[in-house]
T-cell receptor, first 111, second 114 residues
Framework: QKEVEQDPGPLSVPEGAIVSLNCTYSNSAFQYFMWYRQYSRKGPELLMY????GNKEDGRFTAQVDKSSKYISLFIRDSQPSDSATYLCAMCAGGGNKLTFGTGTQLKVEL | GAVVSQHPSRVICKSGTSVKIECRSL??????MFWYRQFPKQSLMLMATSNEGSKATYEQGVEKDKFLINHASLTLSTLTVTSAHPEDSSFYICSASDNVYEQYFGPGTRLTVT
C-alpha cells in the first residue's frame, strides 16, 4: 500500500463547476499537508499548505484536512479553463521536510 | 518571491556522456535542496536531499556515484548525471526550502539520452 493515495483521473468538469480533489494517507506521522499545481512540462507550484485539521481558504481554493480519517481535500470554486493542470497532494512529518507526494490528479476544465 | 531556476531547461546528450543540471534559488537562501525525477504521467520521486556544505542523502535505489549532487552554496545545487544511458531520460526537478515544510520547485529539466 502506498503511503499516499490519490485518484489519477483524468477529471473533466465544465467551467464554473466546483472541483473536489482528494488524497488519503496511511502514515499518522504526517503533520503538514500541501497541494501543488503542475502544468504540463513545468515544475509544481505550491497552492496551499495546512498544518492542523480543518479548513483553510485562499480565494477560490479551500484545503481541508481530517487527520482522524487521514483524508485531505482541495476544493476549487468557479473553476476556470486555466485551472486545467495536474494537482498533487504532498505531506511530511515535519522534521527534515521530506515530502511524500500523491500520484497527482489530472484536471480538465472545459468551456 | 521564492523563485527557483533550473538550467538547462532541456538537454539532449549521447549515451556515455555526463550532463550537469543547475538549480538556483534566486531570492532566498535555501538551507535544503531536493532533487526529484518524474516520468510521464507519474508523480515526483525524490532522488536525494542536500544541505549546503554537506554530502547529499540519497533515497534507496538511487546510485550516488551515477547522480552526483553538489550543494556548494545556499543558492546553488548541481546534479550531474554521469555516463548517461537512455533509461536516464526523464524530467528532473529541483526544489529549495528555507523552512520546515515549504518547498519551491524549479521549472524542471528534460533530459533525453540518445
Amino acid at each position: 500500500q502506498k503511503e499516499v493515495e490519490q485518484d489519477p483521473g483524468p477529471l473533466s468538469v465544465p467551467e464554473g463547476a466546483i472541483v473536489s480533489l482528494n488524497c488519503t494517507y496511511s502514515n499518522s506521522a504526517f503533520q503538514y499537508f500541501m497541494w501543488y499545481r503542475q502544468y504540463s512540462r513545468k515544475g509544481p507550484e505550491l497552492l496551499m499548505y495546512t498544518y492542523s485539521s480543518g479548513n483553510k481558504e485562499d480565494g477560490r481554493f479551500t484545503a481541508q484536512v481530517d487527520k482522524s480519517s487521514k483524508y485531505i481535500s482541495l476544493f476549487i470554486r468557479d473553476s476556470q479553463p486555466s485551472d486545467s493542470a495536474t494537482y498533487l497532494c504532498a505531506m511530511c512529518a515535519g522534521g527534515g521536510n521530506k515530502l511524500t507526494f500523491g500520484t497527482g490528479t489530472q484536471l480538465k476544465v472545459e468551456l | 518571491g521564492a523563485v527557483v531556476s533550473q538550467h538547462p531547461s532541456r538537454v539532449i546528450c549521447k549515451s556515455g556522456t555526463s550532463v550537469k543540471i543547475e538549480c538556483r534559488s534566486l531570492d532566498f537562501q535555501a538551507t535544503t535542496m531536493f532533487w526529484y525525477r518524474q516520468f510521464p504521467k507519474q508523480s515526483l520521486m525524490l532522488m536525494a536531499t542536500s544541505n549546503e556544505g554537506s554530502k547529499a542523502t540519497y533515497e534507496q535505489g538511487v546510485e550516488k556515484d551515477k547522480f552526483l549532487i553538489n550543494h556548494a552554496s545556499l543558492t546553488l545545487s548541481t546534479l550531474t548525471v554521469t555516463s548517461a544511458h537512455p533509461e536516464d531520460s526523464s524530467f528532473y526537478i529541483c526544489s529549495a526550502s528555507d523552512n520546515v515544510y515549504e518547498q519551491y520547485f524549479g521549472p524542471g529539466t528534460r533530459l533525453t539520452v540518445t
